[in-house]
């Protein structure tokens, strides 16, 4: 009897799961709608988004949750952003990037639809306000020329982060070519190669003293240095000069030249995908109706954000757009006019091969016995990847001529060095690291102090200069002391960035890091990422 009811109840449910199929191919079979969807539907809403827009996600997921559904939140760069949605889109429904101009430069022009603007975040400069006044900046109207006139002169020099990997970076540049080049009504490509517009760009980025890949590390590599700029969003200008204040460290004063500055408009908007479930695009325009609401827009302007282009909607909160700094949201800003997407590849592979400050990296490699097998075969593809022309320059990462490379092999003690005068010339330097033997113990130490005795010698005016540390291990000879004299006390400019494989000690790499204002990168789950990542801070 038990076995009869077993088999009864097995037919039950397979009944149960017949009748379920015909009704999802009577109301979805035609839709395209994949089977998963309606089989274990989680009700969650996928949103990418710049890391500009962090401060906002409890806010966001909060108000999905009263609504009945989950927010889930991915961040990324503004221009990996762009990568990752041409490569596959599939597991987004909605974007929130910093600058509508990155939506332009997407594969497929329809992918997007129902963008709006959210709030206003320019770009600008900051200088040290003893500095400006120095300058003669301070309660002055200014021209680009002004800024590029201190540079060229001598008188200023700032950090800021990638062109290339950033959109301040990319931005900042484009509003400055725009500037220099007149603030055309539209800019051709023709136009890119003046010489006069070019020698003034040369000028502008050799004020270069610092790189970083990414706008967060950008205010920790300031606030951890000696700088007299920097160029990032005007609201994390804001965040940055409370905590200098707080410290007792003098505040920047921004700068907003008349003739036009990067301004972000951070769009919201829905990822189509060819979906036809009209439960998420309602979902989608219930999130950007709230994110445009007075009540987000109101906390919105407290973290330093604009709600237009002349300012604010509430009355100014002097403790957030602080007049002493330069703030004025009495002003309407003049945006720059963003060029075709045409003109913008062309400008930035123009700024890559001759406007970019030249760089001299030094890597140290470690070839220790415990990176025989599988870890030096994956070390040499890396390296051959980040160092190869053409492969490096699909992601925008190639060396120019100009560039300067150099390599420091090392175990137990310095192994090779060997090195090339030209960024673009690396056939002997990759087929030298494919020579490459793994044998003997492990000393970051060494490796990284003759990294900076050749370094020392460079012109900080003409060359921003590099370390980069990949170890697979911890350090068995040699000492941190060693190395920590080369910078207390001295006015050593050099960072060194760390890249952590195997079993590689993170606490000995985050103290160089923390002595020489540099970075840890994670290789352990993959080497090629870690040194694609690190070449954007140099």
């Known amino acids: 009897m038990k076995r009869k009811a077993k088999v009864n109840n097995n037919i039950k449910w397979f009944w149960i799961v017949v ?33 500009s827009t962090k401060s906002m996600d409890d806010e966001i997921i909060s108000y999905a949750k009263k609504n009945g559904f989950k927010v889930e939140i991915e961040h990324y760069g503004d221009l990996d952003i762009v990568d990752i949605l041409n490569s596959d889109s599939s597991d987004y429904d909605a974007v929130w990037i910093s600058n509508s101009i990155w939506l332009y430069m997407l594969d497929n022009s329809k992918l997007t639809t129902d963008s709006k603007s959210i709030v206003i975040d320019p770009v600008v400069m900051g200088i040290q306000k003893s500095k400006a006044k120095e300058l003669g900046f301070i309660d002055k109207e200014l021209y680009n020329k002004d800024i590029l006139k201190a540079i060229q002169d001598g008188k200023l020099k700032y950090v800021m982060a990638s062109v290339t990997q950033t959109n301040t970076g ?62 990032n969003y005007e609201s994390s200008m804001i965040e940055l000069n409370k905590k200098l204040v707080q410290e007792g460290k003098e505040p920047l004063y921004l700068i907003y030249p008349i003739d036009g500055v990067a301004i972000n408009d951070m769009p919201f908007a829905y990822i189509s995908n060819d979906k036809t479930d009209s439960d998420n695009k309602e979902k989608f325009d219930l999130l950007q109706s709230y994110l445009r609401s007075d009540e987000v827009i109101s906390k919105m302007e407290k973290l330093g954000y604009r709600s237009w282009y002349g300012g604010i909607k509430d009355d100014v909160d002097t403790n957030v757009f602080n007049p002493e700094w330069g703030i004025d949201t009495s002003k309407y800003l003049k945006d720059m006019k963003y060029p075709s997407k045409s003109v913008m590849t062309k400008a930035l592979n123009i700024y890559i091969e001759t406007l970019r400050k030249p760089t001299h990296v030094v890597f140290c490699l470690d070839v220790s016995g415990s990176m025989y097998g599988d870890g030096l075969s994956e070390l040499q593809d890396a390296m051959s990847y980040i160092l190869d022309y053409d492969t490096a320059s699909k992601d925008n990462i190639q060396f120019s001529q100009k560039d300067k490379i150099t390599v420091i092999s090392f175990n137990s003690d310095i192994d090779r060095v060997f090195d090339t005068k030209y960024g673009n010339d690396t056939k002997s330097v990759i087929q030298d690291i494919n020579s490459l033997w793994a044998n003997g113990g492990t000393n970051i130490y060494s490796p990284t102090i003759k990294a900076l005795e050749i370094l020392k010698k460079e012109n900080l005016n003409d060359y921003t200069t590099t370390v980069i540390l990949m170890t697979d291990g911890q350090s068995n000879n040699g000492t941190f002391n060693d190395l920590s004299r080369y910078y207390v006390g001295n006015e050593l400019n050099i960072p060194v960035y760390g890249i952590t494989f195997g079993d590689s000690s993170e606490f000995q790499l985050q103290k160089i890091a923390d002595l020489t204002n540099g970075k840890i990168f994670d290789g352990k789950s993959g080497l090629k990422q870690a040194f694609k990542e690190v070449r954007s801070y140099n």
Request: charged share 20%; hydrophobic share 40%; aromatic share 14%.
């Open 170 to 231: 990319a931005t900042t540049y484009l509003s400055f070519l725009n500037s220099l080049a007149g603030s055309p009504e539209i800019l051709t490509e023709d136009m890119l190669d003046d010489e006069k517009l070019l020698d003034d760009l040369k000028a502008f980025f050799k004020g270069v003293e610092r790189v970083s890949g990414d706008e967060e590390y950008l205010e920790t590599m300031y606030l951890n240095g000696k700088y007299d700029a920097m160029i």
């Open 19 to 51: 009748i379920f199929f015909a009704i999802y191919l009577f109301n979805y079979g035609s839709s395209g709608n994949n089977i998963t969807s309606v089989l274990f539907n989680d009700n969650t809403f996928r949103i990418i988004a710049s890391t």
